[in-house]
């Protein structure tokens, strides 16, 4: 079983930064991608970023053109805790933020297998 945890969220003036953090816990070691995914009101969940060992042996980092440049992924192992750095935020980053695992494609939303409850993400202008 697996759980994920967010936290971080909260409001922020545009131009602001933000980290989040998914804390995670049970049998996580068959993860091929853990990644971040948003939604804001009305709209789809998209893919914001991703770490995937999908396409060769080592985890990559991918992300959403919307957020390339703005946003860093990482993880820390020994805690088993998966960031997602937010800097230069926009009011279009608004939205709930879910950090979830799959064991395949880091971008396709039907690939994940567990997802977090989502922490909300508010940018004023």
């Known amino acids: 079983q697996v759980q994920l945890v967010e936290s971080g969220g909260g409001l922020v003036q545009a131009g602001g930064s933000l980290r989040l953090s998914c804390a995670a816990s049970?049998?996580?070691?068959?993860?091929?991608?853990m990644g971040w995914f948003r939604q804001a009101p009305g709209k789809d969940r998209e893919f914001v970023a991703a770490?995937?060992?999908?396409?060769?042996?080592?985890?990559?980092?991918y992300y959403a053109d919307s957020v390339k440049g703005r946003f860093i992924i990482s993880k820390d192992n020994a805690a088993n805790t998966l960031y997602l750095q937010m800097n230069s935020l926009k009011p279009e980053d608004t939205a709930v933020y879910y950090c979830?695992?799959?064991?395949?494609?880091?971008?396709?939303?039907?690939?994940?297998?567990?997802w977090g409850q989502g922490t909300q993400v508010t940018v004023s202008s």
């Open positions: 770490m995937s060992r999908s396409d060769g042996p080592f985890y990559l980092n």
């Open positions: 049970g049998r996580t070691f068959n993860s091929v991608s």
């Open positions: 979830g695992l799959s064991h395949g494609s880091y971008s396709s939303f039907s690939d994940y297998l567990y």
